[in-house]
């Protein structure tokens, strides 16, 4: 896979979780791509229905739901998922650079 400035490596991995957040990166993943960056948009899971909202007029969509809240969790509960679930993540995107 070529990354940034044709050397090889790992994908650029934006996350996003609220309406606002898709809004004001949605450009940013878009201009990456554009380039010929290789970009992965990852959601959250914390407002779907609102992010989609947010993306839909750049014509993006998630590329990996981490899938983070859960019904009557702890506060902290998302914020611990969510360092379990990225580190997966990033994981299966470049298992080398990842170790």
Same mark, same amino acid.
């Given at each position: 896979m070529s990354g940034v400035l044709g050397v090889n490596g790992p994908p650029v991995a934006v996350c996003t979780g609220t309406r606002p957040e898709a809004v004001k *990166?949605?450009?940013v993943v878009t201009a990456l791509r554009r380039r010929g960056i290789p !970009?992965? %948009?990852l959601s959250s899971g914390q407002h779907?229905? *609102?992010l989609r909202d947010g993306l839909e007029p750049f014509g993006l969509q998630p590329d990996l739901d981490?899938? %983070?809240m859960r019904p009557q969790h702890h506060r902290a !509960?998302?914020?611990a998922r969510a360092v379990e679930a %990225?580190?997966?993540? *990033?994981?299966? %995107?470049a298992p080398r650079a990842w170790r």
């Open positions: *990166l949605a450009p !970009t992965v %948009l779907r229905e *609102l981490l899938a %983070l !509960t998302p914020a %990225l580190d997966g993540a *990033l994981a299966d %995107l």
